[in-house]
């Protein structure tokens, strides 16, 4: 009976609307609902996917006269893509191979990640018998950082290296996985 | 007095209602079967409660002192082991309790399996419980990373490398793994809010459905061969049941806290005898000789991709772990009713038997790892002296070029060195020098696991070091060459 008493549109009682005024609230008051999470979910996510973009910074290794020609050098320096608070962990190691100079005279140097292609473990350099070899899974790498053995499927990670008023640099180097190279970044 | 407690209570009890909410919850029936001599089945769901209870009180204990900041972590980590009283038995204590409560969970999960306690209608209990198991080795995974040594650091290069291989969302993925675009600090701080708030949030959530789903579908009768469910008359047959119930809160409570503090005490035995685990290094990236090791609840999984050839190994790594979660969320909507009783079910207790068999075989390999190289055999393990005593200068020199050429991190030679490769200590029985020269040169066809070394060794180095390969045989037996003309 009440129902049809306000269908009739008893509009003095305060309690009970008409049907186009609640109607019109439902739909506001989805909206607005919407609308607080959507302004709370879109920074959320921007936050935490949101990839900082900014120039890759350059690390200085060392004088050129700091690598022997044809001879693998491990070199460890700080990674400057890195947290004032990483601590120990900024630390990276890479293996650098004096090529000698190209038909121009321009000197050329092999600049390679240490973590395995395979699944990222750090690969060790054995002069004696030219090769890097992996603790993880056995994968075996020859000097060019060209696979040799075992389950890495492709070689070591190329660095992106300059010279700079006789100094070798490099790229600072991100996490390098298959589809994120350090030549060629995602 | 005991007036003054009455109204006290009363007044209360108005406001609370506990007279009506968690009273009946006590005092609910349960099978009387459930609390006879096949109760002992019943008590490791509540032990693996108990000891989330210690993880919960160690953990927040821990977090005390603990800094999940990448340059004090470990700092951290030593003073607990060291300066913090009782600190070392505290990580001990949160390490094996975490391991308890794994094996408590597992033996829970079989004991219910076994007794088709997750049919009908208990289907959707069996479900929150395999999140449980999920949460549960969330924690131990992301556990480990706090360690911040050099396990954790490689650890999160392995988990980044594999979450990698997503084709199309690789990258995106190892960033949100990794937390930017490498290892560091903002890792370390993503496992610790992982670790702290996001999975025991989810874990907590599951176990509040999961003890509602318990309350609300009642404890199971043990099985009994013949009286299989039916959907139809389950819930007749249930109510007949308990109608010569016992309460649940009372004796059929006992044998759960029997069982809970037996494990309190092993854990803590546990711990006090065995110690902390870790930290080992300092979380140094450039540190030689990193291994890492997973935990051993995924030693298996670890086994099964070093062992599945590499056509297959992305999915190994990214497909098959989401099917195994997916069937054990399948098991109650295969087969939710009839038998319940482990005699009457032979397929399914063979199931438990090939699976325990196989991921203990697999977690077996895992632990002794033997496709992993032994990076410093080649300076490390002498040759053993059997071995060269009667040799000639010449395969002397050889024997020098196998240590050098670090032939012996996958080769062992009497059992000590790798065990990449096969054990060269007989070699020269089964192979003959052309053969040798050419698996030396050439290594496994189509790049399979030994390296070609046709590069990396000169003539000279070459045919002393297959002079000492075809060397090594048993005593009076030839060389393979020969016998084979």
């Given at each position: 009976m009440h129902e049809t008493h306000d269908v009739v549109g008893n509009d003095s009682l305060p309690s009970s609307p008409a049907p186009g005024r609640r109607s019109f609230f439902r739909i506001l008051t989805g909206g607005l609902s919407a609308v607080a999470s959507l302004v709370v979910a879109a920074p959320l996510v921007e936050y935490l996917f949101g990839k900082r973009t900014r120039e890759i910074p350059w690390a200085p290794l060392g004088a050129l006269q700091d690598f022997p020609l044809d001879e693998t050098r491990q070199v460890t320096f700080d990674n400057p893509i890195r947290q004032p608070w990483d601590g120990l962990v900024s630390r990276v190691s890479v293996y650098v191979r004096n090529e000698g100079q190209d038909a121009a005279g321009e000197p050329r140097f092999l600049v390679l990640a240490v973590n395995c292609a395979h699944l990222g473990c750090p690969v060790s350099w054995f002069p004696q018998s030219g090769l890097f070899m992996c603790p993880c899974h056995g994968g075996v790498y020859y000097a060019d950082g060209e696979r040799a053995s075992g389950p890495p499927p492709r070689g070591l990670f190329h660095c992106v290296w300059r010279v700079r008023a006789g100094r070798l640099e490099i790229q600072a180097p991100h996490y390098p996985t298959l589809q994120d190279t350090l030549d060629e970044p995602a | 007095m005991k007036n003054l407690l009455k109204s006290l209570g009363r007044w209360f009890d108005v406001r609370l209602s506990f007279s009506e909410s968690l009273l009946?919850?006590?005092?609910?029936?349960?099978?009387?079967?459930?609390?006879?001599?096949?109760?002992?089945?019943?008590?490791?769901?509540?032990?693996?409660?108990?000891?989330?209870?210690?993880?919960?009180?160690?953990?927040?204990?821990?977090?005390?002192?603990?800094?999940?900041?990448?340059?004090?972590?470990?700092?951290?980590?030593?003073?607990?082991?060291?300066?913090?009283?009782?600190?070392?038995?505290?990580?001990?204590?949160?390490?094996?309790?975490?391991?308890?409560?794994?094996?408590?969970?597992?033996?829970?999960?079989?004991?219910?399996?076994?007794?088709?306690?997750?049919?009908?209608?208990?289907?959707?209990?069996?479900?929150?419980?395999?999140?449980?198991?999920?949460?549960?080795?969330?924690?131990?995974?992301?556990?480990?990373?706090?360690?911040?040594?050099?396990?954790?650091?490689?650890g999160l290069a392995v988990g980044g490398?594999?979450?990698?291989?997503?084709?199309?969302?690789?990258?995106?993925?190892?960033?949100?793994?990794?937390?930017?675009?490498?290892?560091?600090?903002?890792?370390?701080?993503?496992?610790?809010?992982?670790?702290?708030?996001?999975?025991?949030?989810?874990?907590?959530?599951?176990?509040?459905?999961?003890?509602?789903?318990?309350?609300?579908?009642?404890?199971?009768?043990?099985?009994?061969?013949?009286?299989?469910?039916?959907?139809?008359?389950?819930?007749?047959?249930?109510?007949?049941?308990?109608?010569?119930?016992?309460?649940?809160?009372?004796?059929?409570?006992?044998?759960?806290?029997?069982?809970s503090a037996l494990a309190v005490i092993a854990v803590v035995a546990l711990a006090a005898v065995l110690g902390p685990k870790g930290p080992t290094d300092p979380p140094d990236p450039t540190l030689g000789g990193a291994n890492p090791r997973p935990e051993w609840p995924f030693l298996w999984l670890f086994a099964l991709l070093s062992l599945s050839p590499p056509d297959a190994e992305t999915f190994i790594i990214l497909v098959f772990p989401l099917l195994l979660i997916a069937a054990l969320f399948l098991v109650p909507f295969v087969s939710n009713r009839g038998e319940r009783a482990p005699s009457r079910r032979p397929v399914a207790v063979l199931?438990?038997?090939?699976?325990?068999?196989?991921?203990?075989?697999?977690?077996?390999?895992?632990?002794?790892?033997?496709?992993?190289?032994?990076?410093?055999?080649?300076?490390?393990?002498?040759?053993?002296?059997?071995?060269?005593?009667?040799?000639?200068?010449?395969?002397l020199q050889g024997a020098a070029v196998f240590q050098n050429k670090s032939c012996r991190n996958c080769h062992a030679l009497d059992r000590v060195g790798g065990r990449r490769g096969p054990d060269l200590s007989r070699v020269g029985a089964r192979l003959t020098r052309d053969q040798l020269i050419d698996q030396i040169s050439n290594g496994t066809p189509g790049g399979g696991?030994?390296?070609?070394?046709?590069?990396?060794?000169?003539?000279?180095?070459?045919?002393?070091?297959?002079?000492?390969?075809?060397?090594?045989?048993?005593?009076?037996?030839?060389?393979a060459a020969e016998s084979a003309k």
């Open positions: - | 009946p919850v006590l005092r609910h029936p349960i099978p009387r079967g459930a609390a006879g001599p096949m109760g002992w089945w019943y008590v490791f769901g509540s032990a693996s409660m108990t000891l989330l209870l210690l993880q919960v009180l160690t953990g927040i204990g821990l977090a005390l002192v603990y800094v999940p900041s990448a340059d004090r972590a470990y700092e951290s980590l030593l003073w607990l082991n060291y300066e913090q009283p009782l600190g070392w038995f505290l990580r001990a204590l949160h390490y094996y309790a975490g391991s308890g409560m794994v094996v408590m969970v597992l033996a829970h999960m079989t004991q219910v399996f076994l007794h088709g306690a997750y049919k009908y209608p208990r289907e959707l209990t069996w479900c929150a419980g395999v999140v449980l198991l999920l949460c549960t080795l969330g924690m131990f995974f992301t556990g480990q990373v706090l360690r911040w040594d050099p396990d954790a650091y490689w490398s594999m979450a990698g291989r997503v084709p199309g969302a690789g990258p995106q993925l190892v960033r949100l793994l990794l937390g930017g675009e490498v290892i560091g600090g903002d890792s370390l701080s993503r496992f610790f809010s992982l670790h702290v708030f996001v999975i025991p949030a989810a874990l907590v959530i599951a176990l509040a459905v999961h003890l509602w789903l318990v309350l609300k579908c009642g404890v199971n009768a043990p099985p009994a061969p013949g009286r299989g469910v039916n959907p139809k008359t389950y819930h007749a047959e249930y109510e007949e049941e308990l109608k010569r119930g016992v309460p649940f809160f009372g004796d059929a409570l006992l044998k759960d806290v029997f069982f199931s438990v038997i090939v699976i325990y068999a196989l991921f203990g075989a697999l977690t077996y390999e895992g632990a002794t790892s033997p496709w992993s190289p032994e990076m410093t055999a080649w300076s490390g393990a002498a040759i053993p002296e059997r071995l060269v005593e009667a040799s000639s200068p010449v395969e696991n030994m390296p070609a070394y046709g590069k990396q060794i000169s003539p000279a180095e070459m045919s002393v070091l297959v002079a000492f390969l075809s060397s090594l045989r048993p005593e009076g037996q030839s060389a």
